[in-house]
């Protein structure tokens, strides 16, 4: 394989995985938030990609063979791998008729369509996820789609692994691009730490500002009230003694002369 194609090919593995990341953070931001619809839509998206990363890396098709030998000499890439799965990077292929044989090989069973949870909790038991049309258990982490179980956390340590491969022989070949766009990740990435500290910074002036409010006293001003004023009593007058009756003076008797 000459450098231009295999540049080509790099190029495309790098962006799948990207879309492969993408998938995963949709999802477990689903899970998180306990959405079971968002949940199989991120898992079926999460195919998506590791589909074209197997099909590129392991084809099946014997013509292409020697194209995948020589992208997985170039990353080194071994045999034994988790993408490494026919029924993986063909779920797509004749997918109208995978259908058709899903519902013949469940004719008389109980079928189940877009379920989160553990199947052999239904009804008596029995039901296994070969009946499981589309699915996610959450206690295994296993998402089924038309009765094939797929190990997600077994695909996102693959992925991360091919991805870390990718991106490095990525550098080897494009370093000027390479290099620009570390620069701008890292100017998106000062921007992102410039936010989440100003949004950090308010909270601690908000909870500050809560915190005090909280402890301050809550004094009520009451008008002070001026002292009632002291009632004078009036004073007792002493009554006045009448004035004390003059005796009327005795007059004055004239003496006999004795004989």
């Given at each position: ?6 540049s ?7 962006n799948?995985?990207?879309?492969l ?10 899970v998180t ?6 949940i ?5 998206m999460?195919?998506?990609p ?7 890396l392991?084809p099946?098709?014997a ?11 170039a990353l ?15 779920i ?10 899903w ?11 877009d379920f ?8 008596d ?21 038309r009765?094939v ?14 991805a870390g491969r990718?991106?490095?022989l990525y550098?080897?070949?494009?370093p000027?691009?390479a290099?620009r ?17 100003a949004?950090?910074d ?19 001003k009451?008008a002070?009230?001026?002292?009632a004023?002291k009632k ?6 002493e009554?006045?003694?009448p ?17």
């Amino acid at each position: 394989m000459d450098q231009n194609t295999l540049s080509i090919y790099i190029h495309e593995l790098r962006n799948q995985c990207y879309h492969l990341q993408a998938s995963f953070n949709i999802f477990n931001q689903a899970v998180t938030n306990g959405q079971e619809r968002a949940i199989l839509f991120g898992a079926q998206m999460i195919l998506m990609p590791a589909s074209q990363i197997s099909s590129l890396l392991w084809p099946t098709r014997a013509r292409a063979r020697g194209r995948g030998e020589a992208i997985r000499k170039a990353l080194q890439l071994n045999e034994k791998h988790a993408l490494n799965d026919r029924r993986l990077s063909e779920i797509w292929e004749r997918s109208d008729e995978k259908t058709e044989e899903w519902i013949s090989d469940t004719k008389g069973a109980q079928v189940v369509f877009d379920f989160v949870g553990d199947p052999s909790t239904i009804g008596d038991g029995t039901t296994t996820t070969r009946s499981v049309f589309r699915g996610f258990n959450p206690n295994n982490r296993v998402y089924t789609y038309r009765g094939v179980d797929f190990n997600l956390p077994a695909l996102a340590n693959a992925a991360t692994d091919v991805a870390g491969r990718v991106n490095a022989l990525y550098r080897q070949l494009f370093p000027e691009h390479a290099k620009r766009e570390d620069e701008e990740q890292a100017q998106i990435q000062a921007l992102l730490d410039q936010k989440e500290q100003a949004e950090k910074d308010n909270a601690a002036r908000h909870a500050a500002t809560k915190k005090a409010a909280e402890t301050k006293p809550t004094e009520k001003k009451t008008a002070a009230k001026k002292p009632a004023a002291k009632k004078t009593t009036p004073k007792k007058t002493e009554a006045k003694k009448p004035a004390a009756k003059k005796a009327p003076a005795k007059k004055a008797t004239k003496k006999k002369a004795s004989a």
